[in-house]
């Protein structure tokens, strides 16, 4: 059974604050419960502003005041049947407990962080241009080999920092391009199966590809060079700080944790974490013989 999905949160400050002044305002009762102004407040602090235009008709208006009644009469219902006093809502509540705690840490740390800016955006973009072109001829390498177990051992090389090339010396079961380390030359636009077109096109200057199964192997490709029209900062201003971003922020998640690694004794029991996955992964998937 799905759960029935409130639109709690779908609903406008602006509406709010309309009604009374009065912080513990009760703008719906039921039974026992009641929904204060201050509890909405709480819940509304993150509603995007075209969730708010919605709600702001008379539509949105109805569909609230109804999905409220819902969540607080199942709300009663649910204390009414003592839920609260299981062991599994005890259980359930300790989880929540714990997610909403290293959400609010991380919120709390990530204040700390300096904000990317347009500037860094535009010297990233000024120190990569060659990242920031869209292609009309990609110059392609490739890696034939035979088995998965090959293919993980060139992404394990590759990983390291080892030349490609080198790489395709050594590994690569094509002949003809094997001796010029994988290079297969520049391809523009409908020269390649649309497979590999797709992928090659894809792929930045430097980029490695995921293996492509084919008949005769398993293929992996690098774009060694790309011909094109450069790309405007304008154009991509917006995304290249959002990526900066993400990537300033998984640099600091990464080192945060290592610290808290160092600060706080952590110890595990890889017999006993071996054992439960064994059972839960393995022994869980056996049914029993009824007939015994």
Request: aromatic share 8%; with cysteine; glycine share 4%.
């Amino acid at each position: 059974m799905k759960f029935i999905k409130f639109f709690i949160f779908l609903f406008t400050i602006t509406l709010i604050f309309a009604c009374s002044q009065s912080k513990d305002e009760v703008i719906l009762k039921a039974g026992s419960s009641t929904l204060t102004k201050k509890d909405l407040q709480e819940d509304l602090k993150t509603l995007p502003p075209q969730t708010k235009a919605f709600l702001a008709s008379p539509e949105g208006i109805n569909r609230l005041k109804d999905e409220l009644i819902k969540r607080e009469v199942l709300y009663e219902e649910a204390k009414k049947k003592e839920l609260a006093k299981s062991e599994e809502f005890k259980r359930r509540l300790e989880e929540f407990k714990k997610i909403t705690l290293i959400n609010m840490l991380l919120e709390q740390e990530l204040k700390n962080i300096q904000q990317v800016t347009e500037k860094d955006a535009k010297d990233y973009y000024e120190k990569n241009k060659d990242q920031f072109i869209k292609p009309t001829e990609v110059r392609l390498s490739q890696i034939v080999v035979k088995s998965e177990d090959d293919a993980k051992k060139v992404y394990e090389r590759v990983d390291k920092g080892e030349d490609f090339a080198k790489i395709a010396k050594e590994l690569s079961k094509d002949d003809k391009t094997k001796a010029s380390g994988g290079d297969m030359g520049f391809f523009k636009k409908g020269q390649l199966e649309s497979q590999i077109e797709n992928l090659a096109f894809s792929l930045k200057k430097g980029q490695v590809s995921m293996p492509v199964n084919r008949k005769d192997g398993l293929y992996i490709f690098k774009v060694t060079d790309v011909k094109g029209t450069p790309i405007e900062f304008e154009q991509i201003k917006q995304q290249l700080i959002e990526q900066l971003k993400a990537k300033k922020q998984q640099d600091w998640f990464n080192s945060y944790i290592e610290d808290l690694k160092k600060k706080h004794k952590v110890e595990i029991n890889e017999k006993i974490l071996q054992e439960m996955l064994s059972q839960a992964l393995i022994g869980g998937n056996k049914t029993g013989d009824s007939t015994k």
